[in-house]
């Protein structure tokens, strides 16, 4: 059973914002190699529900959750706040948390990124989160295992971007994506302007198949870090 005491917001709190955070894992990522994706993975699920550095410990299985509604994870209140949600299909793990987006730079989900790299030295990673400040806040992470990587946040329009690590083109190229863009993609755009959103498609689509009518995702009620904690509240149920 989580563990409430931690947390300064009822368990019934609005959450008042609208966001996204997916890290997706592909294990020794070959174009088109694999089609269609097996089965969900439940008791792998639950390890890597286990291994997030948002996540103290794991308690309950929920009902499973289709992998097309993963856009619309039922994050209404604070309790919906104790869920994650992993698919692992094969070769491929997919990670949807909130705590992955925080209004203070997106340490956790750049963190998360890292320890996936650490912890599968072979794998893609490909990550994004975005919050609604009637300005939309948003971070990309893409690692390739031959090296290439980037890095960028910042809010959409704005010039102020943090950028990190190689280029746009160098992930494309690692990725092999640039069949899988519109023709009039601009690598040249400012960051601000950037279509990160296209390039995290067109890497997922280079690797995997992306159909999802099938797929199913494991939920879970976890036990937060108290970092975790802090970080959501500020994020998600603060004014």
């Known amino acids: 059973m989580t ?3 931690m947390w300064e917001h009822p368990a019934n709190a609005l959450i008042l914002r609208h ?4 890290l997706t894992v592909i294990d020794n990522p070959t174009p088109h190699a ?3 994706l097996p089965p969900n993975d439940r008791t792998r699920a639950r390890q890597v529900a286990e291994s997030l550095l948002t996540v103290e410990s794991v308690g309950a299985e929920l009902d499973p959750l289709p992998a097309t509604d993963i856009d619309v994870a039922p994050h209404h209140t604070r309790s919906d706040l104790e869920q994650v949600h992993i698919g692992c299909w094969g070769p491929v793990t997919e990670i949807t948390d909130a705590a992955l987006a925080d209004r203070t730079g997106f340490f956790s989900l750049r963190d998360q990124a890292e320890e996936l790299a650490k912890a599968y030295p072979n794998a893609a990673i490909l990550g994004s989160a975005w919050i609604d400040f009637s ?6 992470v893409f690692i390739h295992p031959s090296g290439p990587r980037l890095w960028a946040d910042g809010y959409s329009g704005e010039g102020d971007w943090d950028v990190r690590d190689d280029s746009v083109s ?3 190229a690692a990725f092999d994506a640039a069949a899988d863009l519109d023709s009039g993609f601009a690598y040249d755009a400012e960051p601000g302007h950037m279509q990160y959103d296209a390039v995290q498609e067109a890497c997922l689509s280079a690797l995997m198949p992306r159909e999802r009518r099938e797929l199913m995702l494991s939920s879970f009620r976890v036990t937060r870090t108290q970092e975790a904690i802090d970080d959501l509240e500020e994020t998600w149920l603060d004014e």
Do not use: E, H, K, L
């Open 3 to 5: 563990d409430n005491s």
């Open 19 to 22: 966001g996204g955070y997916t």
């Open 34 to 36: 694999f089609s269609p």
């Open 135 to 140: 300005i939309a806040y948003s971070a990309y």
């Open 170 to 172: 160098d992930v494309i």
